[in-house]
C-alpha cells in the first residue's frame, strides 16, 4: 500500500479518504506499537572541508618562449558557479 515510505501523517490521510474515521495519534502510537517507522528521503550532502589547496611550484617564471615543441605545458582551469555546484 505505502511501500513503508509514509509516516502516521500520510496513513491517516489515505484512511481518511477511504471513509476510515480515526485519530492522527492513534495511528502514531498504533504504528510504534508494530514498530512500523517511515523511510527517510534523500538528503543532499552538504561541502565537506577537506585538505587544503596547495599550490605547484611556478617553474617557468612566466617564460613561455621554447625552443622545440612539447617541451613546456601551460593551462588554465576556470571555475563557474552554478546552482548545482561549481564546475570547472
Excluded at 481518511?16 to 504504528?31: H, W, Y
Aim: glycine share 6%.
Amino acid at each position: 500500500m505505502s511501500q513503508s515510505i509514509y509516516g502516521s501523517p500520510r496513513v491517516h490521510c489515505d484512511l481518511r479518504e477511504d471513509g476510515v474515521l480515526c485519530g492522527e495519534k492513534r495511528i502514531a502510537r498504533l504504528m510504534r506499537q508494530a514498530q512500523l517507522q517511515s523511510v527517510r528521503g534523500y538528503k543532499r550532502p552538504r561541502y565537506r572541508v577537506g585538505m587544503p589547496a596547495t599550490t605547484a611550484p611556478n617553474l617557468l617564471q612566466r617564460e613561455f618562449t621554447v625552443e622545440q615543441p612539447d617541451q613546456v605545458w601551460v593551462t588554465d582551469i576556470t571555475y563557474i558557479r552554478t546552482h548545482e555546484g561549481w564546475l570547472y
